[in-house]
C-alpha cells in the first residue's frame, strides 16, 4: 500500500511560496490595473487612447526582458537553491513597486518620467520572472508525487491572489477617493504600501527550509555549474514544448489584467468600479477552481487537464464577448466568470507539467526560459495587440479571434506532447 497520503504536508513552506507570490504578482498586476489612470500622469500630452498604446508599450517592453530574467532567476535558483530565489524576488519586487510609487508625472519631470518608469518596470519583470517555476520546483520536490498536482496548484493560486488583492486595492482607492485625488496622489497609495507587506513575507521566506531534494543532489556535488548552457544544448524539445503549453495562459491572463481593465471602462461604458468588481469576481472564481483542477490532473493526468481549458476557451470565447457586449454589470459578471472557468485548468497545472519536463539539475532554468518566452510573446503583447484588434475592427467579436487562435496553438502543443504526472523528480 502507498504510504504516501499519510506524509504530512510542511504547511509553513507551502503557505511561505503562496504567500511570496501573492505578493509578487500583487505589485505586478498593480500597473495593469492601474493603466487607465497611470496613463494620464505618464502620457498627458496626447489622447487618451494613444496615451494608453503607449503606456502598454511600456508595459510590453518589460516583457522583452523576461528570459533574459528568467535565465539568471532560473540559473541562480538551480545553483543556489530555490528559497534562496523566492526570497531575492519578492525583496526587489517590493522595493521595484514602491519606486513607481513615487516616481514624479510627467507634469514634473517630462519624458524622462518616462524613462524612469520604463527602468523600473524593466527590473521588477525580469525580477519576478522565473517566480510561478522556481516555487513550483521547490514545492514538487517535497516528495508528495500522488498529490503534486494539487500542492503545486497553490502557485498560481497565490498568483491569483495576488491579482485580486491588486485590483482589491484599486477598488478600495477608486470607491473612496475622487478622481482627482486619484489622479494627484491616491494612486501612489497602494504601490507604496506593498513595499512593508514584501518585506514583512520576505521574513517569513527566510525561515523556511530549502527544497530536500536540492540539498540531497547539493551534498552529492551534482549541481549543474551552467545550466543556462546545458539547457540550450540538451532540452531545446521541452523547451519548445513548454512554450507551447504556456502560450494560452500568457494571453488569458494578460488579456484580463493588462487589456480589460481600460476596454470595461472606455468601451463598454462600465465605471472603473464596476469594472474592478467585475474582473475581482472572476480571479476568484478561478482561484477557488485551481486546486479542483490541480487534484483532477493527479488522476488523469496534466494533459487531459490543460486540453480541456483549451477546448472551453475555444467554446466560450464568443458567449463571453456576448455577455461583455450588453454593457452592464451583471452580464460582464456572467462574462467574466465563463472566461475563469476556461482559464482555470491550465492555470492549474501549467507550471506544474513544466517543471516536470525537466532534469532536476535544470529544473529551474529551463522550466522559467520557455515559459516567459510564451509570456513575453504572448503575454506582454496581447494587451497592444487586442487594443489594436479593436481600434481597427470597432467590433467586439473580433477579439473571439485572437483567443481561439491562441488557444488552438496550446491544444496543438499538449496533444503532440507527452504527459508528465509520472515523471521521477529527484
Keep these: ?76 535558483a538551480d545553483k543556489h537553491g530555490r528559497r534562496k530565489t523566492l526570497l531575492a524576488t519578492v525583496i526587489i519586487s517590493s522595493v521595484c513597486t514602491a519606486m513607481i510609487g513615487v516616481l ?43 498529490r503534486r498536482g494539487f500542492i503545486s496548484s497553490s502557485v498560481m493560486c497565490g498568483v491569483f491572489l ?28 497602494p504601490f507604496i504600501s ?15 527550509d530549502e527544497s530536500p531534494v536540492f540539498l540531497a543532489h547539493k551534498a552529492r556535488g551534482e549541481i549543474n555549474k551552467s545550466p543556462i548552457q546545458t539547457s540550450f544544448n540538451t532540452q531545446i524539445h521541452s523547451l519548445v514544448i513548454s512554450f507551447g503549453y504556456g502560450i494560452m495562459m500568457a494571453m488569458g491572463n494578460y488579456f484580463l489584467l493588462g487589456f480589460m481593465p481600460s476596454f470595461l471602462t472606455h468601451d463598454i461604458g462600465l465605471t472603473l468600479e464596476e469594472a474592478n468588481l467585475a474582473i475581482l469576481v472572476c480571479l476568484l472564481v478561478s482561484t477557488a477552481l485551481i486546486p479542483v483542477c490541480g487534484l483532477i490532473s493527479d488522476h488523469v493526468g496534466r494533459r487531459p487537464v490543460m486540453a480541456t481549458g483549451a477546448v472551453l476557451f475555444i467554446l466560450t470565447s464568443y458567449p463571453t ?10 452580464y460582464a459578471i456572467i462574462g467574466l466568470v465563463i472566461y475563469a472557468i476556461a482559464l482555470a485548468p491550465t492555470a492549474a497545472v501549467l507550471t506544474t507539467a513544466i517543471t516536470e519536463m525537466f532534469p532536476f539539475a535544470l529544473r529551474c532554468t529551463g522550466g522559467a526560459i520557455g515559459y516567459n518566452v510564451a509570456l513575453t510573446v504572448a503575454g506582454g503583447l496581447t494587451p497592444l495587440i487586442c487594443q489594436h ?36 523528480i529527484d
Aim: glycine share 6%; hydrophobic share 55%.
Design 1 to 76: 500500500m502507498d504510504s504516501e497520503p499519510a506524509k504530512k504536508v510542511n504547511s509553513k513552506l507551502v503557505s511561505a511560496v503562496v504567500l511570496g507570490n501573492t505578493i509578487a504578482w500583487a505589485d505586478f498586476a498593480l500597473y495593469a490595473y492601474f493603466s487607465p489612470i497611470l496613463a494620464k500622469v505618464f502620457f498627458p500630452f496626447t489622447s487618451y487612447s494613444t496615451s494608453l498604446t503607449l503606456y502598454f508599450l511600456i508595459f510590453a517592453a518589460g516583457f522583452v526582458f523576461r528570459p533574459l530574467g528568467a535565465m539568471i532567476s532560473g540559473a541562480y
Design 162 to 189: 495576488g491579482f485580486s488583492i491588486g485590483i482589491l486595492s484599486f477598488y478600495l482607492i477608486t470607491v473612496k477617493l475622487d478622481d482627482a485625488q486619484i489622479a494627484l496622489w491616491g494612486w501612489r497609495i
Design 389 to 424: 484588434i479593436y481600434r481597427l475592427t470597432g467590433d467586439i467579436y473580433s477579439l473571439v479571434y485572437y483567443i481561439t487562435l491562441m488557444a488552438l496553438i496550446h491544444l496543438l502543443f499538449v496533444l503532440f506532447s507527452k504527459e508528465t504526472k509520472n515523471n521521477a
Design 194 to 208: 506593498f513595499l512593508f507587506i514584501g518585506l514583512l513575507v520576505a521574513v517569513l521566506l527566510n525561515t523556511v
Design 321 to 330: 464577448f456576448s455577455f461583455i457586449a450588453q454593457g452592464e454589470l451583471s
Design 104 to 146: 514624479p508625472g510627467y507634469d514634473k519631470l517630462g519624458y524622462f518620467s518616462i524613462v524612469l518608469l520604463l527602468a523600473v518596470r524593466i527590473l521588477q519583470t525580469m525580477a519576478i520572472s522565473a517566480e510561478p517555476t522556481n516555487s513550483t520546483a521547490l514545492l514538487i520536490e517535497l516528495g508528495h508525487n500522488q
